[in-house]
């Protein structure tokens, strides 16, 4: 890929206005410094087991990480991928004493400064610090009683867009959905009960000819409203061409993943003009292809809030859009909305599972989402308090499983 020189010098202006984010000082004169980390792991059940290419999922796996100062100060993080308790634990070990600002220094005790090593995983080691990264921006914006989209600059909009998702799901807690005209009247409650606008659904799961039927009943139960696909990769390329052909007369504005790689929505962008965005992270092939149209990802695998924030930039500069995914505890679920405030690039509608758990980690449980939109929390650092009971409970059954 070959870049324009106006190309760099953009891209060079929007990542130095970025460093001048992460070095406000209030000036509270507080100890900052770390005494210790702490990790446990949790699940959060849904309240039906949803289907998806992959087969299905019933609950999420994560780590509610806790980081306190030397002040008392409680800073809240989470790693999205699983039970990585003993890894935060051991990791944050080597953070004691450091001041929650110095986040290069911090980033470079505990991720390698290579992209491979054969002395460690770094892939690893960046998702345990992005979750301690996380806790440290909580931590330092409850110490100087501001919430984090000030830290990172002040917020460009307070109601963050969200999608509402649907697709076939297995009985749970509610009764599930198990053909088209069940998944259609599930969009027309959700439009009911909370005033839903953008509608995102599972497919690649069952047949294409009744995955068409279901998208036609979507459409007519939700109108106008924008009409989101995602099949998670699970179909080859004649199989999306079909798909795709057959689906387009519904309207659809985004579809992620209908093929796995870059390269083969890049062919399907040849026949179909739609918008692609994929969860893999490879911003010069998309540059270098013009596909997919946006990168949607979390927090942890980029490494942390300074790092989402450069990645978000850098696509900013190279003209590729950036979405936040579903599936976390309402810690990171908190931490990817004051990014979506503060960044104007984050535009559109990013994920969301709110209305599909049955169960959170955070005071008042999942956030609620109306009209489409959630608000962006206003109390300091990340602006979300534990619920100790809903903790226990949920690593409880984490230890049962």
């Known amino acids: 890929m070959t870049l324009r020189p106006e190309d760099v010098a953009k891209l060079c202006d929007s990542l130095n206005r970025n460093d001048s984010l992460f070095c406000k000082d209030t000036?509270?004169?507080?100890?900052?410094?770390?005494?210790?980390?702490?990790?446990?792991?949790?699940?959060?059940?849904?309240?039906?087991?949803?289907?998806?290419?992959?087969?299905?999922?019933?609950?999420?796996?994560?780590?509610?990480?806790?980081?306190?100062?030397?002040?008392?100060?409680?800073?809240?993080?989470?790693?999205?991928?699983?039970?990585?308790?003993?890894?935060?634990?051991?990791?944050?070990?080597?953070?004691?004493?450091?001041?929650?600002?110095?986040?290069?220094?911090?980033?470079?005790?505990?991720?390698?400064?290579?992209?491979?090593?054969?002395?460690?995983?770094?892939?690893?080691?960046?998702?345990?610090?992005?979750?301690?990264?996380?806790?440290?921006?909580?931590?330092?914006?409850?110490?100087?009683?501001?919430?984090?989209?000030?830290?990172?600059?002040?917020?460009?909009?307070?109601?963050?867009?969200?999608?509402?998702?649907?697709?076939?799901?297995?009985?749970?807690?509610?009764?599930?959905?198990?053909?088209?005209?069940?998944?259609?009247?599930?969009?027309?409650?959700?439009?009911?009960?909370?005033?839903?606008?953008?509608?995102?659904?599972?497919?690649?799961?069952?047949?294409?000819?009744?995955?068409?039927?279901?998208?036609?009943?979507?459409?007519?139960?939700?109108?106008?409203?924008?009409?989101?696909?995602?099949?998670?990769?699970?179909?080859?390329?004649?199989?999306?061409?079909e798909a795709l052909s057959r689906l387009a007369p519904f309207d659809i504005s985004w579809f992620e993943e209908p093929v796995e790689t870059y390269e083969e929505m890049a062919d399907l962008r040849l026949h179909f003009p739609m918008n692609f965005s994929a969860h893999s992270i490879d911003l010069p092939k998309a540059v270098a292809l013009r596909c997919p149209d946006a990168i949607v990802t979390n927090i942890n695998e980029h490494g942390g809030i300074r790092r989402t924030v450069d990645f978000i930039r850098a696509c900013e500069a190279m003209g590729v859009g950036f979405r936040f995914h579903s599936g976390e505890t309402g810690i990171a679920s908190a931490a990817y909305l004051h990014l979506s405030a503060a960044l104007d690039h984050v535009r559109g509608a990013s994920q969301t599972l709110f209305h599909w758990y049955a169960d959170d980690v955070i005071d008042g449980g999942p956030f609620a989402l109306a009209n489409g939109v959630t608000q962006v929390p206003t109390g300091p650092g990340l602006g979300v308090t534990l619920d100790r009971k809903a903790l226990q409970r949920c690593h409880s059954r984490r230890c049962a499983r």
Request: proline share 6%; with cysteine.
């Open 27 to 241: 000036g509270t004169g507080r100890n900052m410094k770390i005494r210790s980390v702490t990790a446990l792991p949790v699940n959060i059940p849904f309240r039906a087991p949803y289907r998806f290419s992959y087969g299905s999922i019933a609950s999420l796996t994560k780590t509610v990480i806790e980081l306190e100062t030397e002040d008392g100060v409680i800073g809240l993080g989470e790693c999205a991928d699983g039970d990585r308790a003993n890894e935060v634990i051991a990791a944050g070990e080597k953070l004691v004493g450091l001041d929650v600002r110095d986040l290069a220094a911090a980033e470079a005790r505990l991720v390698p400064a290579m992209r491979y090593t054969p002395w460690g995983n770094v892939t690893a080691a960046r998702r345990v610090f992005g979750g301690i990264e996380m806790a440290m921006w909580d931590a330092r914006g409850k110490t100087e009683g501001v919430p984090v989209h000030l830290l990172l600059g002040g917020a460009v909009r307070s109601e963050i867009p969200l999608t509402e998702y649907f697709g076939y799901r297995f009985p749970g807690f509610d009764p599930g959905e198990s053909s088209p005209a069940d998944v259609a009247r599930y969009c027309a409650t959700m439009i009911e009960r909370h005033g839903s606008a953008v509608f995102e659904g599972k497919v690649g799961t069952v047949s294409l000819a009744e995955e068409v039927q279901m998208v036609r009943e979507v459409r007519a139960a939700i109108g106008d409203r924008p009409l989101q696909l995602d099949a998670n990769g699970g179909w080859t390329v004649p199989t999306a061409r």
